[in-house]
């Protein structure tokens, strides 16, 4: 039954994507997040529907007479220099059969990510991409943070099976990355009736990521509740909020919980964390030799004998930085570390224009809570290998789409056109990483919404 259910709403969403693309697009980051094909048990669990919607959702857009226009933000164009660069890498890889067909599901990532940039193109639009993402994971939030409480945090939190989340590290992460986007929709949903619930799944996807018994989701639980905390414009009731949970979660985690995570204060004795100091190394040693890195795949056998200080002891890179060190070199963690940078600032320079208008303080928190997302990727992705993970690329989106957002809302805006009169030498154009207010984007604006067009 669920086969057919799963089936039926993926393949009936086909004809609505030809008449209007921008919803697969939603349909994409559905399948991408939720995996709702992985929570049945038959034939709908190998069928190839991400790639049938893909497929058709750029058909639509070609045959689509909406304007296609790209951002050329400096985060979307450093994200293709960024896979200019893991094609050059592959090329040159240590495993070559292994790293091309990695490149080719990063590559996939990366194009739905650049045909989002054309069609999630107004606030509408940019809403229901929040809502998709953040109700697609939080599903699994709320499954497990009931779990953790009917079990009193027994038994670990795992993802849906043969998925990029199906791990208790992998599904850890993801959850705390959520909790400020379903926060942010529990003060931003249009229907007052939904932001209690949606407050409810934020903390329930809490007690989901420390029931996943996993040390990287404690440290990204820690630094999102504290990031959460200083970027919220509650924060009284968002500070009493935390403190209950600590007060009412931890008390009934299990002996062997806390046993778990005492064991980040002794790194030293526990062969998990040496044998992750020890692949650190070898990607350290091996992007000192090969400027290209080893290409995607390398942390194997005979890559660990070339270059690491115990060559016996083989690990993953656990760290979303030795990973992309290791697979890209030096000049590909620099493209990395450089989009983070790029993403924050731009977020940071949206909440300063933001603010300015009524109309468009939502994209302030919008902005906040994609701050506090990025802050648990960076904690707890320190300790483990996603560097790829769809999840952050779509925050780079977010902040894409963004831009435009409020620049064309400055050219309707006589708040926000009076702000940028007051502020000498800097308007909503010359913020750092603002795309450039078009003429046209107004009449869109002025017209009907372009979600309903």
């Not at 069609?119 to 499954?143: C, D, M, P, T």
């Not at 468009?360 to 997302?373: E, F, G, K, N, Y």
Request: with cysteine; glycine share 8%; aromatic share 12%.
């Amino acid at each position: 039954m669920r086969d057919i259910a799963v089936t039926l709403a993926i393949f009936g969403s086909l004809p609505i994507i030809l008449w209007r693309p921008w919803i697969g697009i939603l349909v994409w980051s559905w399948l991408g997040f939720m995996n709702p094909h992985r929570l049945a048990w038959g034939f709908s669990t190998t069928l190839p529907f991400a790639m049938a919607v893909a497929l058709t959702t750029m058909l639509a857009l070609m045959l689509s007479k909406e304007e296609k226009k790209v951002p050329w933000t400096r985060e979307i164009v450093l994200m293709l220099m960024f896979l200019a660069w893991m094609v050059v890498t592959t090329v040159f890889a240590m495993y070559p059969d292994l790293a091309l067909e990695q490149l080719i599901k990063v590559a996939k990532i990366f194009l739905m990510i650049f045909v989002a940039t054309i069609l999630i193109n107004s606030e509408e639009r940019l809403k229901a991409l929040v809502w998709v993402i953040a109700l697609s994971l939080g599903f699994y939030g709320v499954k497990g943070g009931i779990f953790t409480l009917v079990t009193g945090g027994g038994y670990a939190v795992r993802g849906p099976a043969g998925t990029f989340i199906d791990g208790n590290n992998e599904i850890g992460l993801a959850l705390v990355m959520t909790v400020p986007l379903l926060y942010f929709l529990s003060r931003h949903a249009a229907k007052k009736a939904l932001r209690v619930p949606m407050l409810v799944a934020a903390v329930l996807s809490t007690f989901a990521a420390l029931g996943t018994q996993s040390r990287g989701a404690l440290l990204g639980v820690a630094a999102m509740s504290t990031f959460l905390w200083l970027k919220s414009r509650s924060k009284v009731l968002t500070g009493v909020l935390i403190l209950l949970f600590a007060v009412v979660m931890l008390p009934l985690m299990p002996e062997t919980w806390w046993a778990r995570m005492s064991t980040i204060n002794t790194y030293e004795q526990d062969a998990s964390a040496v044998g992750r100091l020890n692949a650190w190394a070898m990607a350290f040693n091996l992007a000192m030799h090969r400027p290209t890195g080893g290409g995607f795949d390398c942390f194997l056998g005979p890559t660990f004998w070339m270059y690491a200080p115990d060559p016996n002891d083989v690990h993953d890179s656990h760290s979303i930085y030795f990973q992309v060190m290791g697979h890209q070199g030096f000049i590909g963690l620099a493209m990395f570390l450089l989009l983070i940078c790029f993403t924050w600032f731009s977020a940071s320079s949206i909440m300063r224009v933001a603010k300015r208008d009524k109309s468009t303080a939502w994209l302030r928190d919008l902005m906040a809570m994609v701050q506090v997302s990025m802050i648990a990727y960076l904690s707890a992705g320190a300790f483990l290998g996603l560097a790829y993970f769809d999840y952050f690329y779509n925050l780079v989106l977010i902040v894409a789409v963004a831009k435009v957002v409020v620049a064309r809302s400055a050219t309707t805006s006589p708040q926000t056109r009076q702000g940028v009169q007051d502020t000498p030498k800097r308007g909503v154009s010359d913020a750092p990483g603002l795309p450039k207010p078009q003429a046209s984007a107004s009449k869109t604006i002025a017209g009907a919404p372009s979600a309903v067009r």
